[in-house]
């Protein structure tokens, strides 16, 4: 999918960066995330990050899910399924990554790097509220509390391996190693290059990307779309913030960080081509009859392919921000 921008560069901070919730409705994603690579060029310093991050403070309960619910009722079960699977995907990811940042903020090198992760931590629990309020209102669930909820939505290891290695394993791991060792550099690295760039980076930012672009295309930029765009400014925010302190910690120290970045990537390319696996290869999870409305003359094969390579080709970009050329 070729860039789709509707603000000129001059004015997205002016734009993108002040817009309110309502307003997210207007708002085409690749505006949003062009806030990531004009920020490459110059990155915000962490207390920067920080005050965007009060400015742009939003609540889920301020969403109307209301048009949300009455287009549901009318989908087929193909589309639901589909639809299910990809939020279910986000949902579990975001409630996931809330619950594992703690010990990140503990082990912090200095206060201004802490004061961006405490609001970080508050963002990515913004985020799993937001869906909590769209499966009750919108899907639908039995579920009586947040956390039998998250039990019924979480990716099995049968669904997905890698989402689950990612999420249920490796980042459980690191973030437990830095709780028991918060003065370990490393480990904290390590954590950033897999959690910031990796996971939110390339899979989380590419997933939006075209769930978001798609529904645009669609006309659905009701409730979800400006909760999930909000989300996606969020995350965007969050990204910045790993490359400026990777890029940090490599400059104070190549020899000793380096290694640990690269290493970290390349155990990590693998499995974001895997993530994007449909449960069992099933590729009618990248669209049904309605894919041509959207992307004329795509197929779901071309389409994961084009979202595998874009997700590659921003981690590029952020990894060379980070002062890392490697081949991906």
């Keep these: 999918m070729i860039g789709v921008r509707h603000i000129s560069d001059d004015l997205v901070e002016d734009q993108i960066g002040v817009a309110q919730l309502r307003a997210m409705s207007s708002l085409y994603i690749d505006d949003v995330l062009s806030i990531v690579d004009r920020g490459l060029e110059n990155l ?71 004061a961006f ?20 209102e919108v899907v639908g669930t039995s579920a009586a509390s947040l956390d039998e909820l998250v039990e019924e939505i979480g990716i099995r290891p049968e669904e997905n391996k890698a989402y689950s290695y990612f999420f249920y394993q490796w980042l459980p791991e690191l973030a437990q190693h830095m709780a028991s060792h918060p003065e370990d550099r490393e480990a904290t690295v390590r954590f950033v290059t897999v ?28 409730g979800y779309y400006q909760g999930f765009t909000a989300a996606t400014r969020d995350e965007s925010r969050h990204v910045l913030f790993g490359v400026r302190y990777l890029r940090d910690m490599l400059r104070q120290d190549p020899a000793r960080f380096g290694p640990v970045i690269q290493t970290t990537i390349q155990k990590s390319l693998p499995l974001i081509e895997e993530t994007m696996r449909p449960p069992r290869g099933d590729m009618s999870y990248y669209g049904g009859d309605h894919l041509d409305v959207a992307w004329p003359g795509s197929t779901p094969e071309r389409l994961r392919e084009e979202m595998i390579d874009y997700a590659k080709s921003s981690l590029g970009r952020r990894l060379g921000a980070v002062g890392i050329h490697m081949a991906l």
């Design 44 to 114: 915000p310093s962490y207390l920067d990050l920080y005050r965007k991050a009060v400015k742009q403070a939003w609540s889920p309960d301020d969403l109307d899910f209301s048009r949300d619910k009455a287009e549901w009722e009318f989908l087929s079960p193909e589309t639901k399924k589909r639809r299910v699977w990809s939020m279910r995907m986000f949902f579990d990811g975001e409630e996931r990554v809330a619950g594992l940042l703690a010990p990140f903020v503990w082990a912090a090198p200095n206060k201004e790097v802490e």
């Design 117 to 136: 992760a405490a609001t970080q931590l508050a963002d990515e629990v913004r985020h799993t509220i937001f869906f909590d309020r769209y499966w009750r």
């Design 195 to 222: 959690y910031h760039l990796v996971v939110e980076g390339a899979l989380f930012l590419t997933g939006m990307r075209y769930q978001l672009e798609g529904a645009r295309r669609w006309g659905r930029t009701w």
